[in-house]
């Protein structure tokens, strides 16, 4: 298992971001915040299609498919 504390956040960053390429996702959100965030709204996803995305507790999904984006 692969352990990271916060203050190497940073330099795992810059590693990684060359890796993902085009499939880095930019949020500027504090880690604690999005933390926060990913415990409060993100409550399940749907077992369904071949994009998932987190949903509220209303059910509503937290991002939507771009409009042109292929499901398959």
């Not at 971001?17 to 926060?36: E, H, I, K, Q």
């Not at 507790?57 to 499901?71: D, F, I, K, L, M």
Request: charged residues 25%; negative net charge; aromatic residues 12%.
């Amino acid at each position: 298992m692969l352990t990271i504390t916060l203050d190497n956040l940073p330099e795992v960053h810059a590693s990684i971001r060359p890796l993902l390429g085009d499939a880095y996702s930019y949020d500027s959100t504090g880690v604690w915040r999005a933390l926060w965030r990913s415990f409060v709204e993100c409550v399940f996803v749907e077992d369904t299609g071949d994009i998932l995305f987190y949903k509220g507790s209303a059910g509503t999904a937290r991002r939507e498919v771009a409009p042109g984006v292929e499901r398959h």
